[in-house]
């Protein structure tokens, strides 16, 4: 059975470790992966006429979960 873009973003989007019971380091680490994913993901499902860009918050969640001091989790 075939899935829809919204269905193959979420799956794509979904966690499965319990993150929360990681290191920050873990966590960060399978932040980075997750968001490296999304954007694959989102090359290959047509978005309108207009390139993806990501929305303020994607981009202030992908600053924080750059910052040594940041919980990379809650930013996301």
């Known amino acids: 059975m ?4 919204r269905e193959l973003l979420r799956q794509v ?9 990681l290191s920050k380091e873990e966590q960060k680490e399978i932040l980075t992966n997750k968001i ?6 989102l090359t290959i499902i047509p978005m309108s006429f207009e390139k993806y860009e990501l929305s ?3 981009r202030e969640v992908e600053r924080l979960s750059l910052l040594e ?3 990379p989790i809650d930013s996301y």
Do not use: V
Request: aromatic residues 0%.
């Open 69 to 71: 001091s940041n919980n």
């Open 13 to 21: 989007m979904e966690i499965k470790e319990r993150i929360r019971d």
């Open 36 to 41: 490296a994913e999304i954007r694959r993901c």
């Open 2 to 5: 075939e899935i829809d873009n």
């Open 56 to 58: 303020s918050r994607q």
